[in-house]
């Protein structure tokens, strides 16, 4: 499945199996980003982003935690 920035819950699903570790509550929207884009089943257009954007992400990745 192809995920792109509509995506929210979906890619915070994928960052959540990938980096178990790590509590999103503390993650940097650039880090955030670069680890978002680097997501195989990413195919968005990076430009697309935003900080609203991001934000909701990491809001639904907290969620998931």
Do not use: C
């Amino acid at each position: 499945m192809k995920l792109n920035w509509t995506d929210t819950f979906s890619i915070a699903q994928a960052l959540a199996d990938r980096y178990p570790d790590v509590d999103p509550q503390y993650v940097r929207f650039t880090d955030l980003f670069s680890w978002i884009i680097q997501l195989p089943e990413f195919d968005d257009i990076p430009e697309h982003s935003g900080e609203k954007i991001l934000e909701a992400i990491q809001m639904a990745w907290i969620e998931e935690m």
